[in-house]
């Protein structure tokens, strides 16, 4: 069990890319607990992860708000003894040309994808610092490194979670915890479903593996970046795209 008596916190955790890291994070030992703002979806999640063996909490937050943040944080603790893993996944996105971008679209983009890691990371670290020991995993995007036309919200937003990620890391490496990012291609959850045949098809043109990535995968990443032995990678982005990006 490579992560026995570790407790791993996992945002937006009630579907796709969340969901696949926390079953995974569950399944090789860790007690999780699932951010979100659907509780009715978290604690379908709570069900399957409690179903491995492992201790499970929802934790219904909204990732934008510091109130939310902090009490979510707290709620954690509280039930599971401490806070080992911080996996910042939660994320939206609202697509569109930048001369058609409304301000409020931009806001909610970068707020949640973002200011939320912003705000998750600095209640983790205030819990990791003291214990002298964490692993901080931001889900970034190859499109934070490529750009793509319709997002630049969210190219931001990933973009600047990238750069966030290098500067955490150095202000916390001295007390053994290391801030890393995975950033997916175009993987195969709801968010990529919205895509039409005809846009999938040009998109898996590109990709030199022929294929989607699968959310599991993903949660690989973050289940050694999670581990101990990771303990000397940080400040690091870790691309897996199957050749979309290199």
């Given at each position: 069990?490579?992560?026995?008596?570790?407790?791993?916190?996992?945002?937006?955790?009630?579907?796709?890319?969340?969901?696949?890291?926390?079953?995974?994070?569950?399944?090789?030992?860790?007690?999780?607990?699932?951010?979100?703002?659907?509780?009715?979806?978290?604690?379908?999640?709570?069900?399957?992860l409690q179903a491995?063996?492992?201790?499970?909490?929802?934790?219904?937050?909204?990732?934008?708000?510091?109130?939310?943040?902090?009490?979510?944080?707290?709620?954690?603790?509280?039930?599971?003894?401490?806070?080992?893993?911080?996996?910042?996944?939660?994320?939206?996105?609202?697509?569109?040309?930048?001369?058609?971008?409304?301000?409020?679209?931009?806001?909610?983009?970068?707020?949640?994808?973002?200011?939320?890691?912003?705000?998750?990371?600095?209640?983790?670290?205030?819990?990791?610092?003291r214990q002298r020991?964490?692993?901080?995993?931001?889900?970034?995007?190859?499109?934070?490194?490529?750009?793509?036309?319709?997002?630049?919200?969210?190219?931001?937003?990933?973009?600047?979670?990238?750069?966030?990620?290098?500067?955490?890391?150095?202000?916390?490496?001295?007390?053994?915890?290391?801030?890393?990012?995975?950033?997916?291609?175009?993987?195969?959850?709801?968010?990529?479903?919205?895509?039409?045949?005809?846009?999938?098809?040009?998109?898996?043109?590109?990709?030199?593996?022929?294929?989607?990535?699968?959310?599991?995968?993903?949660?690989?990443?973050?289940?050694?970046?999670?581990?101990?032995?990771?303990?000397?990678?940080?400040?690091?982005?870790?691309?897996?795209?199957?050749?979309?990006?290199?």
């Amino acid at each position: 069990m490579l992560l026995r008596d570790r407790v791993a916190l996992v945002t937006g955790g009630s579907q796709g890319i969340g969901r696949a890291c926390a079953l995974v994070l569950a399944e090789a030992g860790a007690d999780v607990a699932i951010g979100g703002r659907n509780l009715e979806k978290l604690n379908a999640v709570v069900q399957e992860l409690q179903a491995t063996g492992r201790r499970a909490v929802a934790l219904q937050v909204d990732v934008t708000d510091p109130a939310q943040v902090k009490a979510a944080f707290a709620e954690c603790v509280k039930q599971l003894g401490k806070l080992d893993i911080l996996v910042n996944n939660a994320g939206v996105t609202k697509d569109t040309l930048l001369l058609r971008m409304k301000v409020e679209e931009w806001d909610t983009v970068v707020n949640t994808n973002l200011k939320g890691v912003f705000l998750c990371t600095q209640e983790g670290i205030k819990v990791m610092l003291r214990q002298r020991y964490g692993r901080i995993i931001n889900i970034s995007s190859v499109v934070g490194q490529t750009g793509n036309a319709g997002q630049t919200n969210y190219a931001a937003s990933k973009a600047g979670i990238e750069g966030f990620t290098r500067s955490v890391a150095q202000e916390v490496a001295s007390r053994n915890v290391t801030v890393n990012a995975v950033a997916p291609g175009f993987i195969a959850t709801a968010m990529t479903d919205v895509l039409g045949d005809a846009i999938k098809s040009k998109l898996l043109e590109k990709i030199p593996m022929g294929r989607m990535g699968t959310d599991r995968e993903i949660a690989g990443a973050v289940k050694f970046l999670a581990s101990d032995e990771a303990g000397y990678i940080t400040g690091q982005v870790l691309h897996i795209n199957g050749g979309l990006y290199m």
